[in-house]
């Protein structure tokens, strides 16, 4: 076993790693009901940044939510607070969805590039007869990458899957940062819009206002395993392969 361990790829090594790690971590919080996770205790602090300071609030969280590579960062309930934000005294919601979907749309866009940047600087996890079978998977299909750039922005889907090797294969930076502007601008106002139509109903749909129940700590859990699943999945892939069966 030990042996085995020791011909591992960094990258496999990395992800079993990752996986045991909150594997102990979601029995932690499950056995003991008043652990609050990191994210719960993230999710508190975004709630009282938002009503600080506003649409500030929504670029600068929006950016650094989409600049942790690896890491799912809740940054969505920014825009989501905002567009649903209501001050009962005047009778009249606070923020326009319409303006806190683009500001967020532009932070998380400028985000999304830092994973780009790291994927162009050097791309660890890649070899390079991966970066280069990436390389002319891009070429062979140009008019494709565009599309799933904005695929991947206007869903929650984790960017970092194709943004890290976009940058190890060299690919144009606007190409990647117009798709991404566009669909985080989609997605984060469809978000705020969403706070405005029905944030008590989508609060009740996502296990209320109880963010230290079983549910809500078990889907903290299983977003950052989906994430860690979907990059080590792009890092394994032989692009070269689906090249040639393509």
Do not use: C
């Amino acid at each position: 076993m030990r042996v085995y361990f020791r011909q591992m790829r960094f990258a496999d090594k990395i992800f079993l790693g990752s996986v045991a790690v909150l594997l102990i971590y979601w029995g932690i919080i499950l056995v003991i009901p008043d652990f609050l996770g990191p994210f719960q205790l993230m999710y508190s602090w975004l709630v009282d940044i938002t009503l600080l300071i506003g649409y500030p609030g929504a670029f600068v969280i929006s950016f650094l939510g989409n600049a942790t590579i690896l890491l799912p960062f809740p940054y969505v309930g920014v825009p989501f607070i905002l567009g649903g934000l209501w001050d009962s005294p005047l009778d009249v919601f606070v923020f326009n969805p319409w303006i806190v979907g683009l500001v967020a749309g532009v932070g998380a866009a400028l985000g999304e590039m830092i994973s780009y940047l790291v994927g162009y600087s050097g791309g660890a996890l890649i070899d390079e007869n991966q970066k280069n079978g990436f390389r002319d998977f891009v070429h062979k299909y140009p008019k494709a990458t565009p599309f799933v750039l904005w695929f991947l922005a206007v869903t929650p889907i984790p960017d970092d899957v194709l943004l890290v090797p976009l940058g190890a294969a060299k690919y144009s930076w606007w190409r990647v940062f117009v798709p991404q502007l566009i669909g985080k601008t989609m997605f984060l106002t469809a978000i705020a819009w969403a706070g405005r139509i029905g944030m008590d109903w989508i609060g009740l749909l996502l296990g209320g206002t109880d963010i230290n129940n079983a549910f809500t700590k078990s889907a903290e859990v299983i977003g950052l395993l989906l994430v860690i699943l979907a990059i080590y999945l792009m890092v394994k892939t032989d692009w070269s392969k689906m090249l040639q069966s393509g």
